[in-house]
């Protein structure tokens, strides 16, 4: 219904309306400032302001939207009594607009100046702002471009609004269009501090996200560790609990990320994903874009217990499990192709926390759902996670950064050290460990043959140990195997358990001072070694 004027003004402005003292309750809506970006749902929402009898002030484009639907509008250069300049860089940058959303309204000389200067409040601000992260974002946009999408008066406004939620309402999403109008159509026109206060959240919440946005394609034009990391995280789902269950947890996104561990992932069935779901399934997806080949990674406690490429992805999956069966038990298991019922009648015979894959036939859906708790999930991202991304790892009160571990090492080079030089089927599985190795926790050790790891040793504090790890992980013959280490031996005692296993050649970084003694212990073995010049802890 229509909002009357107030019947008893206790001063009278230069336009003689009244503005009167008012406590911060319920704020009764008059008028509202609409400014926006994103015009979802724009004409409604103003249409049912203005059912409600609530006045309209607007600006540019959206003013142009509102009138051409038929809802009226006062341009904000009639409400300021100063034209919009500078194709629009200056419009709401007003004393008026701004004292009209700053003022405090119990405060009898905000009030006596409001009349004064015949300002006239706003008790509704709706406003968007300009799309900065969608443009820079684009290929081939100019930095000129990018640079006009940075919003000046909108997060202002914004800022005002919120700052001032005892008096002022403001309203940055279209997602809180309904809400709005239901409260005021069931309210007289008013709403509550509780509602303003929780939309000054959402306010808030945003221009730190659009002001963190700007920040970072600032720092990413210098190319150097910024000095400032600025990201800003959303909460994406509530988890069950952390590591342990007295833990609580939640999964946040960064706001703006091109991709995100969960983007575009699908739940076919299951559980909800719970702490340790995501962090292996975090490690992965990263280990499985390591390989274009058919491949299935079978992870456990963050680490890989089992991995294959083979020319079908089930015969990858029988490899890798072979790798460590015991391990597996509880493990996820990831696959960069399809799963087909086949393949799922096997998995299903095994305790699985959670299977990911590209797709899944309509026979692995139905076998899969006679399993109600195992979580399938459809890895639907087809974007690569862009190299520019950090890695970061939280610690105490801070967060470490660092480049991602990313680069494929190239065998051109790689350095043969030995007498003996590998052959190529002994090439393909070095290649193959040495990838592999990267996404194991140090000290790490890889042993394969055959494009499947055949043993791996993880998270000693002794090399030889991780060897000798690994070594009883393995569940056959070592005989003419490969192995990976993510760092260089410190002493030969590592590559000589190896060899006496039945190792036939050997990949590390190298770089200790004792590299000539491991070399001669593999010279005089006849086993092959290869420098990579590059370590890959992963701690």
């Not at 309750?25 to 749902?41: E, F, N, Q």
């Not at 809180?176 to 005021?184: H, K």
Request: proline letters at 5%; hydrophobic letters at 40%.
């Amino acid at each position: 219904m229509p909002v009357p004027e107030s019947q008893n003004p206790k001063s009278a402005n230069a336009n003689g309306k009244a503005v009167e003292v008012t406590a911060p309750g319920a704020v009764r809506i008059r008028r509202a400032l609409i400014s926006v970006s994103d015009k979802r749902g724009l004409v409604d929402f103003a249409r049912g302001l203005e059912d409600l009898g609530i006045k309209i002030v607007s600006t540019g484009g959206t003013a142009k939207e509102l009138s051409e639907n038929g809802v009226k509008v006062t341009p904000i250069g009639d409400y300021t009594g100063s034209p919009e300049i500078l194709d629009g860089r200056v419009k709401t940058l007003h004393p008026t607009v701004h004292a009209g959303l700053l003022a405090v309204r119990d405060d009898e000389e905000h009030v006596a100046q409001l009349n004064a200067n015949g300002i006239e409040p706003i008790d509704l601000v709706c406003v968007n702002l300009y799309p900065f992260q969608r443009y820079a974002n684009r290929r081939g946009v100019s930095d000129e471009e990018i640079l006009e999408q940075i919003d000046i008066g909108g997060p202002t406004m914004v800022r005002a609004s919120a700052k001032n939620f005892k008096f002022t309402g403001i309203v940055v999403s279209p997602e809180s269009y309904d809400a709005v109008l239901e409260e005021l159509g069931e309210e007289d026109c008013t709403l509550s501090l509780e509602t303003r206060e929780s939309l000054a959240v959402d306010a808030f919440n945003y221009t730190a996200q659009y002001e963190a946005a700007i920040s970072q394609w600032f720092n990413e034009r210098t190319g150097n560790v910024p000095d400032q990391f600025v990201r800003v995280y959303e909460k994406s789902i509530d988890l069950p609990y952390g590591e342990n269950p007295h833990q609580r947890a939640a999964y946040y996104a960064e706001v703006g990320s091109r991709t995100d561990l969960l983007s575009m992932v699908g739940q076919e069935q299951g559980k909800d994903l719970s702490f340790n779901n995501l962090l292996d399934l975090d490690s992965g997806r990263r280990l499985i874009e390591e390989f274009e080949l058919p491949c299935c990674a079978i992870l456990k406690h963050n680490n890989p217990c089992g991995i294959a490429v083979s020319n079908s992805v089930a015969d990858a999956y029988g490899k890798a499990m072979a790798t460590d069966p015991l391990s597996a038990f509880g493990g996820i298991y990831v696959f960069n192709r399809e799963v087909d019922g086949a393949l799922a009648e096997q998995l299903i015979e095994h305790f699985i926390e959670l299977v990911f894959a590209p797709s899944y036939t309509p026979d692995a859906l139905r076998i899969f759902g006679q399993k109600e708790n195992l979580r399938v999930m459809t890895n639907n991202e087809r974007r690569i996670w862009p190299v520019t991304d950090p890695d970061l790892r939280g610690v105490r009160g801070g967060l470490l950064l660092q480049d991602r571990d990313v680069d494929i090492d190239p065998r051109d080079a790689m350095q043969v050290v030995t007498q003996a030089h590998p052959t190529e089927k002994q090439w393909g599985d070095l290649l193959f460990a040495w990838r592999v190795c990267k996404h194991v926790r140090s000290t790490a050790i890889v042993l394969a043959r055959d494009l499947t790891t055949l043993g791996i040793g993880a998270g000693q504090m002794s090399r030889v140990d991780s060897v000798k790890l690994s070594v009883k992980k393995a569940r056959t013959s070592l005989e003419s195997a490969v192995m990976a280490s993510d760092a260089f031996f410190p002493f030969a005692d590592g590559p000589d358990y190896a060899i006496k296993a039945g190792v036939t050649a050997v990949i590390q970084p190298g770089g200790s001072k004792r590299d000539p003694e491991v070399v001669k212990a593999c010279d005089d073995a006849g086993v092959a070694m290869v420098f990579t010049g590059r370590r890959h802890f992963r701690h």
